[in-house]
């Protein structure tokens, strides 16, 4: 069969998925590169800041902007970012490794590259850390800020310094951020973004180590962190949170102030599907009455802040896995269809002040079902990874720290 040569991939290989993904990045170089010509580094520099201001005008406006207005002026500041994440020149391996720590996923940067758009995380986000910001340099003359888990394109800050920078508001003797990410992929595409942004001046450092070892040399006023997915699981935003808050200083704050990661036993059906048939997104502001009514909280799970944070005690078990005790739960008795029902974990975040993230904003927040938790029913084939209880037992829930993180529920 006649082979059509793309570089080294070739047309027949369509079928491995591995392969496939090659040939979409060729592709996709090719056809950037082509966009690129056409633009001077100073004309593509001046449009990708452009959009980041852009962004944060819209979140920070007194006026409420629109679902459209802000999706347009994400996905712009997506294409810039990714603009630039092409010049960085990533080789295949740099972008696409992904790989376990020993505290969780280290997603690759061609993974990461979206969190860039997550528009109602990031509103959050930057609500509450511009207002962080604001409160602390009201009567501090200069803070530093610790970004660790950043990812390629720190999407919690830059643009905030854009906007900054943009309207003269603050400037780099105000504020310093260190920026901390394992990947050296995502490493790489940072240096180049924020040269292209021109925010060299707010850098106190890029730092490439595993923010769970990291150790800070100067005091750290905000520590902004967002390493979750949904359920609260995979990635290592625990393990960085207790390892880092030791280095606040004593008014110091977290962003986010807190997480509170509940549980619920719900109907899928009801829950997922019919909730948002009409819904024009998946929204907070969008939860249906109707399927509100129909869940059966089982309450908080566990709460992550910074006093919880500085108290939390790990358990080591055998192979070198670390747990720390969450909340107990009791299963309430009276609910006729419990069986039919399944356990989904959801995150309410607060950033700051009234600033946050509520279930549904983001994919982060989004309730995960669990489909191993069983209440008065049982398995057809009970395997070791299957919970089995009853209505009106008691579950202690432990937070697995090592390899893959996430809620281990135990019968008390
Ligand atoms: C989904 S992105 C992070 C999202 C980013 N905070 C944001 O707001 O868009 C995941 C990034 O976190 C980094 N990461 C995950 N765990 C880490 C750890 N323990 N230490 C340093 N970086 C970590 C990965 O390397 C990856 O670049």
Same mark, same amino acid.
């Given at each position: 069969?006649e ?5 080294? %991939?070739s ?8 392969i ?6 060729t %592709?996709?170089?090719?056809l950037e590169?082509?966009?690129? +010509? ?6 593509? #520099? ?8 852009d962004?944060?005008t ?6 409420q ?10 996905? +712009?500041?997506?294409?810039?970012a ?7 020149d ?11 720590? +020993?505290?969780?996923? $280290?997603?690759s ?6 969190t ?18 604001r409160g ?9 800020i ?9 999407p919690l800050i ?14 780099? &003797? ?9 990947h050296p992929?995502?490493? %790489? ?16 450092? $890029?730092?490439e ?7 800070p ?5 905000l520590?902004?962190l967002?390493a ?7 990635e290592?935003?625990?393990s960085?949170a207790k ?5 606040l200083?004593?008014?110091g ?7 509170s ?9 009801? &829950?997922?599907?019919q ?11 969008h ?37 720390v ?9 009276g609910?006729?269809d ?5 356990l ?10 009234e600033e946050?993230?509520?279930?549904y ?15 008065d ?18 579950? #202690?829930?432990y ?14």
């Amino acid at each position: 069969m006649e082979k059509h040569q793309m570089g080294n %991939v070739s047309k027949t290989d369509y079928a491995d998925p591995n392969i496939d993904q090659l040939l979409k990045h060729t %592709v996709r170089n090719q056809l950037e590169s082509l966009l690129k +010509a056409k633009l001077t580094t100073a004309q593509r #520099q001046q449009a990708l800041t452009k959009s980041f201001v852009d962004a944060m005008t819209l979140i920070l406006s007194t006026t409420q902007a629109t679902h459209a207005q802000l999706t347009a002026a994400f996905e +712009a500041m997506y294409d810039h970012a990714l603009q630039s994440m092409s010049m960085a020149d990533l080789s295949e391996e740099l972008l696409t490794r992904q790989y376990i720590s +020993a505290t969780g996923l $280290i997603m690759s940067p061609q993974n990461c590259r979206h969190t860039i758009k997550d528009i109602y995380r990031i509103k959050g986000y930057a609500k509450g850390i511009d207002k962080a910001i604001r409160g602390m340099l009201s009567h501090k003359g200069s803070i530093t800020i610790l970004y660790p888990a950043c990812g390629p394109f720190a999407p919690l800050i830059l643009p905030l310094l854009s906007y900054y920078k943009d309207q003269n508001e603050f400037n780099h &003797e105000q504020i310093k951020v260190l920026f901390v990410d394992a990947h050296p992929g995502a490493i %790489v595409t940072l240096k180049q973004l924020i040269n292209d942004l021109q925010l060299g001046e707010f850098v106190a450092d $890029i730092i490439e180590e595993d923010a769970t070892i990291y150790e800070p040399e100067q005091a750290i006023d905000l520590l902004v962190l967002e390493a979750m997915q949904h359920g609260f699981t995979r990635e290592g935003q625990l393990s960085i949170a207790k390892h880092l808050v030791k280095f606040l200083t004593l008014d110091g704050w977290m962003i986010p102030r807190s997480v509170s990661i509940k549980g619920m036993m719900i109907h899928g059906e009801t &829950e997922y599907n019919q909730q948002w048939k009409d819904a024009e997104y998946c929204h907070s502001d969008h939860l249906r009455d109707s399927a509100l009514n129909e869940r059966v909280e089982l309450g908080e799970l566990m709460r992550i802040d910074k006093s919880a944070l500085l108290e939390m005690t790990e358990i080591e078990l055998e192979d070198d896995i670390k747990v720390v005790a969450a909340n107990a739960v009791t299963i309430p008795t009276g609910v006729e269809d419990m069986s039919t029902r399944i356990l989904a974990v959801y995150a309410q975040i607060n950033t700051f002040d009234e600033e946050g993230v509520d279930q549904y904003d983001s994919g982060i927040t989004h309730p995960k079902p669990d489909m191993s938790f069983y209440v008065d029913a049982r398995p057809k084939e009970l395997e070791h990874t299957h919970f089995v209880a009853n209505s009106g037992d008691t579950v #202690q829930f432990y937070y697995q720290l090592s390899g893959m993180p996430g809620f281990v529920p135990v019968k008390v």
